[in-house]
């Protein structure tokens, strides 16, 4: 199926470090959605982003949407060692089919060592 | 708040068999879409419901049916398994006029 996708595939940080992470696709899209899944759960969503060149933040979490309307950031400062799971991106996309599909990223892996 | 829930956590089934799995969505939610989710990658949509009806489809065939009911649970039907329908199916609720959409734990399905 059609997936966006994300960058880097993984990575291993220690706490404390900044971790950034991104999204891209070859179409555009008008919303761009940042989930967080842990092993054998659902995806949590941490950020929902609805306007090119917004920027949103959680606590550690800042998320952009790309000026181009085909590219996302996720940022995590200070990380600690309960960000550890699997990042994805995601969003509706503008070509056929159901109007509120999500399609996803390929995911980001990260670990963070005490 | 009630977020949204599925049932069961965990099945194992053999080749040929069907399959229901149920979804509860987050109150105040109209819409359902079911997705599924293989090991290592991402969900891949593959219906939802909005209204009762089916509001789009995925790229699945047609052993994979749904239902949606008045108070907008969800149903995802498997017909004859196979081992390739193994994964974790994931129910993900929201309103009909936005696109966020909030996710269940989860279904692992087992197919031997």
């Known amino acids: 199926g059609q997936q966006l996708n994300q960058s880097p595939q993984s990575m291993f940080i220690q706490e404390g470090e900044d971790v950034s992470m991104n999204c891209t696709s070859s179409s555009i899209f008008n919303t761009w959605l940042w989930y967080k899944q842990d092993p054998g759960e659902g995806p949590v969503l941490l950020i929902a982003?609805?306007?090119?060149?917004e920027l949103t933040s959680n606590g550690r979490l800042t998320a952009q949407f790309g000026i181009t309307r085909k590219d996302s950031f996720l940022n995590i400062s200070a990380s600690i060692p309960s960000d550890v799971g699997i990042y994805f991106c995601?969003?509706?996309?503008?070509?056929?089919?159901?109007?509120?599909?999500?399609?996803f990223g390929t995911g980001t892996l990260l670990a963070v060592q005490p | 708040e009630t977020g949204v829930t599925q049932s069961p956590t965990h099945l194992i089934k053999t080749r040929g068999q069907q399959v229901t799995l149920r979804c509860s969505s987050q109150?105040?939610?109209?819409?359902v879409s079911w997705y599924q989710q293989a090991l290592g990658q991402g969900p891949q949509f593959i219906f939802q419901y909005y209204r009762e009806e089916e509001n789009g489809r995925g790229n699945f065939p047609p052993r994979f049916s749904g239902l949606q009911f008045p108070n907008y649970s969800s149903e995802l039907n498997v017909n004859a398994l196979e081992l390739d329908d193994s994964a974790l199916y994931l129910c993900a609720s929201s309103t009909g006029t936005e696109e966020t959409q909030y996710f269940g734990p989860g279904t692992r399905l087992l197919v031997l």
């Open positions: 995601a969003g509706p996309p503008l070509w056929g089919g159901a109007t509120n599909k999500l399609i």
């Open positions: 109150s105040g939610h109209n819409t």
């Open positions: 982003l609805y306007k090119a060149g």
